[in-house]
């Protein structure tokens, strides 16, 4: 029983009042501390008493402090406890569809809901209980990112394999009815969960009032590697865009009626369905910029914008740069208006077949180190090649086949320049100018695709 503390912040209120590395945290102002959530929300107060162990024995300690100033423990890991995994078989995982070989990180399938509050993780609430909920409730966790799929609950229990998967619909409700905000996501797949059945599933979240801020609807993403797995079907730029029809009309249901559209398809459904990306107001605050909706939009206002605002080079340059099929018209018809600003600037976009994963896998973020490399070795490519923030891990200059960018600039003989995801942060690499303040990593695709 208890949490076992890893360090104390020297001089911190912890230190003075005696703790010590080693020592177990069992309970603040009589709270039991499980985890990270327990430990913050509790630890906010001014008056602490702390119940802890040491060695076998229990001791416990008073601590005055200002209010959310932190007591100074540091935990061997940062949830305080085991990451919670993915109970739940879905018939349309991504993670399933991995070839072998890959790291070890990649197959871990996540389904916590303090990372859903903490950095944006999506849960299908299959991996938690009333008990949860009701802690949920009482710390305000919100919003609570959900991965819904369907509000039908025995078509639920049988995309998930999941049998117990309906009976946390009703979650939804308790969550909604009890002030906690909820953005949703639906991985739609032909034929399964889209046309009535994704008509229901809108109505009943439409029921949810005014607690459910967004939903994201996205197609579902097949490898080649399905050998065993549940028969799917991709989408044809026809049922693209009778899918697109109806997200649509339920979005102008709920910005007619609630005020806000809250309803969006990803960009990935435009682009199948050779349809335009919508206007920038379309896409209100970008609720969902990070599960793929209205990046490209968004991508185009940001370089549109500092091209006028960006002196340009007088010198000739030349890049290459690399992208997913899916995106290639969109990118290309966007680079179009600096190339007609600058003409001693030579862009070559290149699209890239994703051979890695294969299937119908065709964007940006998803192609490997390898099929990079296959598609510009024999090109002449200038100055530098420009690889997408997307393409490679979280602070780490590594692709999703363990090749590393020092790697593919070996392979390739001209620097490869890792380029962040604002269209400020693309024009400026593709002029040979300093990344912007505060380009860093964010996420293309999320693995549910």
Same mark, same amino acid.
């Given at each position: ?24 945290l ?8 499980r985890?990270?959530?327990?430990? #913050? $929300? ?9 119940? =802890? *162990?040491?060695? +076998? ?5 008073? %601590? ?29 995982c ?10 070890e ?57 999941? #049998? $117990?998967?309906?009976?946390s619909l009703?979650?939804?409700?308790? =969550? *909604?009815?009890? +002030? ?5 996501? %639906? ?14 599933s ?67 459904f ?23 909706v ?133 024009l ?22």
């Amino acid at each position: 029983m208890g949490v076992r503390i890893e360090a104390v912040e020297p001089k911190g209120f912890a230190d003075r009042a005696g703790i010590r590395k080693g020592d177990l945290l069992i309970s603040i102002n009589s709270h039991e501390i499980r985890d990270v959530l327990d430990y #913050r $929300f509790f630890e906010t107060e001014q008056k602490l008493s702390l119940l =802890l *162990s040491r060695e +076998g024995e229990e001791y416990s300690v008073n %601590i005055r402090k200002p209010q959310y100033d932190s007591i100074g423990l540091v935990f061997e890991t940062y949830l305080m406890d085991r990451q919670h995994s993915c109970r739940n078989k879905c018939i349309f995982c991504f993670i399933d569809q991995l070839p072998a070989g890959m790291r070890e990180t990649l197959y871990f399938k996540d389904d916590d809901d303090r990372l859903s509050f903490l950095f944006g993780n999506y849960i299908t609430l299959t991996n938690i209980d009333g008990k949860e909920i009701d802690r949920i409730l009482q710390m305000r966790i919100s919003p609570i990112n959900v991965s819904v799929h369907t509000m039908d609950p025995q078509l639920r229990c049988k995309m998930m394999n999941n #049998r $117990f998967a309906g009976d946390s619909l009703c979650y939804l409700r308790r =969550l *909604s009815e009890g +002030g906690i905000k909820l953005n949703c996501q %639906i991985v739609l797949c032909p034929g399964i969960n889209d046309g009535e059945a994704l008509e229901f599933s809108l109505q009943k979240l439409f029921e949810l009032g005014e607690g459910l801020l967004s939903v994201a609807c996205v197609p579902v993403g097949l490898t080649r590697y399905r050998e065993g797995l549940y028969p799917l079907e991709v989408y044809t730029e026809e049922t693209a865009g009778e899918t697109l029809a109806i997200l649509e009309r339920w979005g102008e249901k709920f910005l007619k009626e609630r005020g806000s559209r809250t309803v969006y398809p990803s960009d990935e459904f435009y682009l199948k369905a050779k349809k335009h990306i919508p206007p920038l107001e379309f896409y209100e605050d970008f609720p969902q910029i990070e599960n793929g909706v209205g990046m490209l939009r968004n991508l185009q206002d940001e370089f549109d914008w500092a091209l006028e605002n960006t002196p340009l080079p007088e010198t000739p340059r030349r890049v290459t740069i690399p992208t997913g099929e899916a995106g290639f018209g969109f990118l290309d018809s966007l680079l179009d208006g600096l190339r007609r600003k600058c003409h001693n600037l030579t862009i070559d976009l290149i699209p890239v077949k994703n051979d890695f994963f294969g299937g119908n896998i065709n964007i940006t973020g998803l192609l490997t180190g390898r099929d990079v490399a296959n598609a510009l070795v024999s090109r002449p490519l200038g100055d530098s090649v420009l690889i997408a923030d997307s393409m490679l891990k979280s602070g780490e200059d590594i692709f999703l086949d363990d090749m590393t960018l020092q790697e593919l600039e070996a392979k390739l003989g001209v620097p490869a320049v890792r380029v962040g995801s604002s269209g400020e942060a693309l024009l400026n690499a593709i002029l040979g100018l300093p990344a912007p303040e505060g380009a860093g990593h964010n996420p293309y695709e999320s693995w549910e695709r």
